[in-house]
Nanobody
Framework: QVQLVESGGGSVQAGGSLRLSCVASGSNSDRRCVGWFRQAPGMEREGVAALYTGGNSRYYADSVKGRFTISQDGAKNTVYLQMNSLRPEDAAMYYC????????????????????WGQGTQVNVSS
């Protein structure tokens, strides 16, 4: 019932910025937790940031606090991830995901609890 499409990835130099977008369509009027996850080759999928669309809750991985900002535009059914001061270790495939719960799981092995996923958008950071 929910389709998610990410965009905004690309290649940047270390210290640069990118803004990722996640557009939801279908039955997307319900309040949900929307999260950004990333996965580099050979690495485990990890949560980066999450947002509850029905409130003010925001969550971030320690590795991106102060550099990344998650936000939403309810009228456009879009969640954004502004990424500043990018580092080579930020390079990964970034996925948008959603779950029908106000509880935004992010740490540990929590990605299997998300029900809907986008196709991913690639982020590369060169030093």
């Amino acid at each position: 019932q929910v389709q998610l499409v990410e965009s905004g990835g690309g290649s940047v130099q270390a210290g640069g910025s990118l803004r990722l977008s996640c557009v939801a369509s279908g039955s997307n009027s319900d309040r949900r937790c929307v999260g950004w996850f990333r996965q580099a080759p050979g690495m485990e999928r990890e949560g980066v940031a999450a947002l509850y669309t029905g409130g003010n809750s925001r969550y971030y991985a320690d590795s991106v606090k102060g550099r990344f900002t998650i936000s939403q535009d309810g009228a456009k059914n879009t969640v954004y991830l502004q990424m500043n001061s990018l580092r080579p270790e930020d390079a990964a495939m970034y996925y948008c995901a959603a779950r029908s719960s106000p509880v935004c799981l992010l740490g540990g092995n929590t990605w299997p609890h998300y029900d809907y996923w986008g196709q991913g958008t690639q982020v590369n950071v060169s030093s």
